[in-house]
């Protein structure tokens, strides 16, 4: 069967631009400055019906994050704030690793990599946030303290976008990354079926390789932070 999964990757950096004054998170990301934005395809047989681009920003205070999805099931994700955060990305999801800033030594390779996983739960009909430090669900932070998110249906019904600041402390972050500075970084875009309950189809951008396995912190590649 053909695959389901683009593995890929067209680019190893995403550059992060310093924010503008007032980031709106308001789901609308119309006036973001897109010039450096990740582009996610995903396998042929989905064509342009599954393809996202995705802008990163930052000031001393958050990480901002903004997506536009061309999506047949826009924003349909049976995971609830109640439910297995194991389980967050298998649905219509963003899945964002970005190392921690702390000026210690990570005690294993991705110890200490966010696996930061955004979505709109249509149960609880909001933006949801898990933040998940190293590749271990058992340390799941659902919406940490000061995460602000929003999500908007495109009006053709055929996607969707959304924007979120997420604090660096939300982050297990000490500080800012400061200008120039490189930190482990993936971009894993999903989309799920109908019913947003199982993955139709997903596409990574950001490593270093492009090995058949994506889950894997040596094979990611970098945000540059300018």
Not at 43 to 57: E, V
Not at 121 to 131: E, F, H, L, N
Not at 141 to 154: K, S
């Amino acid at each position: 069967s053909p695959p389901t999964y683009r593995t890929r990757a067209a680019c190893s950096e995403v550059r992060v631009r310093p924010a503008p004054a007032n980031v709106a998170v308001d789901g609308d990301p119309r006036e973001w400055d897109w010039s450096d934005a990740v582009t996610i395809r995903t396998p042929d047989q989905f064509g342009d019906f599954c393809q996202a681009r995705i802008a990163l920003l930052y000031d001393a205070d958050a990480l901002y994050v903004a997506g536009e999805v061309a999506d047949p099931y826009p924003m349909v994700n049976t995971l609830s704030f109640d439910g297995d955060m194991s389980k967050s990305w298998s649905a219509d999801a963003l899945q964002l690793h970005l190392q921690a800033v702390t000026g210690a030594p990570p005690a294993a390779a991705g110890a200490d990599v966010n696996d930061i996983r955004l979505w709109y739960s249509t149960k609880d009909r909001q933006a949801g946030c898990c933040v998940i430090l190293g590749c271990d669900s058992k340390l799941a932070h659902l919406n940490p303290e000061g995460v602000q998110g929003a999500y908007q249906r495109r009006e053709d019904g055929k996607g969707y976008a959304f924007t979120y600041r997420l604090p660096w402390a939300a982050l297990h972050s000490t500080r800012a990354p400061r200008p120039g500075e490189r930190l482990t970084a993936c971009i894993q875009c999903h989309w799920g079926t109908e019913h947003g309950d199982d993955l139709l189809c997903g596409g990574v951008e950001v490593r270093a390789d492009n090995a058949s396995e994506v889950y894997v912190p040596e094979s990611w590649g970098w945000a540059v932070f300018e």
